[in-house]
């Protein structure tokens, strides 16, 4: 392999990684490209290894002596500070991150957020270990603009809506709306990191994801999850797709998000790992704030572009409205709009997102169907009464 060169042109230093949460959708894909094109080694520690089994398995992979899995539970594990000090660098991704969890889970989830990060975040500032931790862009809540009367023409300006690193302040709503119990954690995790730094020194980068998404994220319910488990919404959209069923649309599908293709995202990463100086300090919104849709618009492209992978007709009636109560229960609130200020992530890193809407939804929605079709019609089938 050739040496890799960082963005000043100096040599990179082949790296141990100690990444939390690599069993999971992003760290899998982590992973993946750090096993495929870098010299870097992983410990990759996590409960469940199921998306990274193809990188573990067999032993003759090339690169098999750069991989390792740690079967732990963050919360209870005397082996995390040993693995932290083998590092050069710690990725925590480690999370309760489906929102169908904040309302009903609100204790899970605020530990798992704030208190299960803080021994790593102690053990990486102790050790003068680099920390790069994901949070996420719910830190933002709702938007300026929400608050403005409905007919306001300063909704329109994007002074009011788009979300900014160092500007934007974070809005959620009351504490009865459970819903930014997480959004709540992961600021105040964010909050300890940036006074680690300050007081402290410690290294540390924040990464702020906008709806990361692709192949393995999360499961579909009753194949490779619960039954009664509800994911985030490209599961969902997916799992609807599968079955032949209605997509539900949660308080009419208004809400706006911007997706961002999971391959893209993952090369902003290996920039913040591969580049610590134009990193550490930084907190990044990584986003691609040109594929803006509503909910009820994603839920249309997605019924669009799986007619055309699977060579299924789309039902006459392709979306249900539900409200969120029914969906999400007592407490869910929503983020209204999230477009991502790209000048930070920009200036230090030079990255920029590539890949549409269209295309995003295309490879990943192909990948649904090869993966899930046949498992879907086999776990429908009703078993005849005898
Ligand atoms: N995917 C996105 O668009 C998105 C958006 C915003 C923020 N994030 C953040 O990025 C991170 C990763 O997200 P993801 O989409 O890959 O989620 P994910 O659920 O697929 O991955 C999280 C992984 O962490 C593991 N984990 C959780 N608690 C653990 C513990 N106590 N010990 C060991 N392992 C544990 C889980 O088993 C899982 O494999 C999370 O912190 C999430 O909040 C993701
Ligand atoms: O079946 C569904 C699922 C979801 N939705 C809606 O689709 C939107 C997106 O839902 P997601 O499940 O992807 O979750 P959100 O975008 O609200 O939050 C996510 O974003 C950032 C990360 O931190 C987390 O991964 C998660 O909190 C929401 O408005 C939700 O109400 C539906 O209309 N129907």
């Not at 319910?221 to 994911?231: H, T, Y």
């Amino acid at each position: 392999m050739a040496t890799r060169m960082d963005l000043d042109g100096k040599p990179i230093k082949p790296m141990t990684i100690c990444m939390i949460g690599a069993g999971g959708f992003i760290g899998s894909h982590l992973c993946e490209k750090l096993m495929a094109e870098t010299p870097h080694k992983v410990l990759a520690l996590d409960v469940y290894n199921d998306k990274i089994r193809h990188l573990l398995e067999p032993d003759s992979l090339p690169w098999a002596g750069r991989i390792q899995f740690h079967r732990l539970n963050i919360k209870h594990d005397s082996r995390l500070e040993g693995l932290i000090k083998m590092a050069d660098l710690t990725i925590n991704l480690a999370a309760i991150c489906t929102p169908a969890d904040y309302n009903t889970r609100p204790l899970d989830t605020i530990y798992s957020n704030f208190i299960d990060a803080l021994p790593v975040v102690k053990y990486c500032s102790e050790n003068n270990k680099r920390l790069i931790h994901f949070s996420t862009c719910e830190v933002y809540g709702k938007t300026v603009g929400s608050f403005l009367p409905k007919d306001s023409p300063l909704r329109q300006d994007p002074a009011y809506y788009v979300l900014k690193e160092d500007t934007s302040p974070c809005i959620f709503g009351s504490i009865e709306k459970q819903r930014w119990s997480y959004a709540c954690a992961k600021q105040l995790i964010e909050r300890l990191i940036y006074a680690e730094g300050a007081e402290n020194g410690l290294e540390f980068t924040i990464v702020r994801p906008f709806n990361w998404i692709g192949p393995r994220m999360d499961f579909i319910p009753g194949i490779d999850g619960p039954s009664e488990g509800v994911p985030r919404v490209l599961a969902c959209f997916s799992n609807n797709l599968l079955r032949h069923e209605p997509l539900k649309l949660v308080d009419g599908g208004q809400s706006q998000r911007t997706f961002v293709y999971i391959k893209d995202a993952i090369e902003a990463v290996l920039l913040m790992m591969e580049n610590p100086d134009r990193a550490n300090g930084q907190i990044f919104n990584v986003g691609n704030p040109n594929n803006e849709v509503t909910v009820r618009q994603l839920a249309e492209m997605m019924t669009e572009v799986y007619t055309k992978v699977s060579g299924e007709p789309a039902l006459q009636v392709p979306t249900i409205d539900v409200s969120s109560k029914e969906f999400y229960g007592e407490g869910y609130d929503d983020s209204d709009k999230r477009i991502p200020d790209m000048t930070i992530i920009n200036r230090q890193l030079g990255w920029n997102p590539k890949t549409s809407l269209w295309d995003l939804l295309e490879s990943t929605l192909t990948y649904q169907h090869r993966t899930y079709a046949e498992a879907v019609k086999k776990s429908m089938v009703k078993p005849v009464a005898s």
